[in-house]
């Protein structure tokens, strides 16, 4: 299954809480998807790694972080990042968005 969120496709996507301050989901990347380029204006992503590797990538300043299952990454509000499996793989991750209200910018085209 594929399923289609703001302008990217995932494997899967379940969500588990939404209000109008807080999001609760988990997310299924497969070997070729990623979250692309973006950042949020008010919100942090807590990301957590459920299976495979979760790389999360960012700017400002520009790093990468590959978790494992069990292991937990924050992304500040204004911080671009992008989100993927390893590369030929597949991971899921659970992501809590908040506290505030969400939204989704994404980067300037040819960034990135």
Excluded: K
Aim: hydrophobic share 35%.
């Amino acid at each position: 299954m594929t399923v289609s969120n703001q302008d990217y496709e995932l494997e899967d996507l379940e969500i588990l809480a939404e209000t109008p301050e807080l999001r609760v989901r988990i997310l299924t990347l497969g070997p070729e998807q990623c979250v692309p380029w973006h950042h949020h204006t008010r919100i942090t992503d807590t990301f957590f790694c459920l299976e495979g590797q979760t790389v999360i990538e960012t700017r400002e300043p520009m790093a990468a972080q590959r978790l494992d299952p069990g292991q937990r990454f924050a992304v500040p509000p204004g911080q671009p990042h992008r989100v993927s499996p390893a590369q030929g793989t597949r991971c899921r991750f659970l992501i809590v968005q908040g506290v505030g209200e969400y939204d989704y910018v994404p980067a300037e085209s040819g960034v990135g």
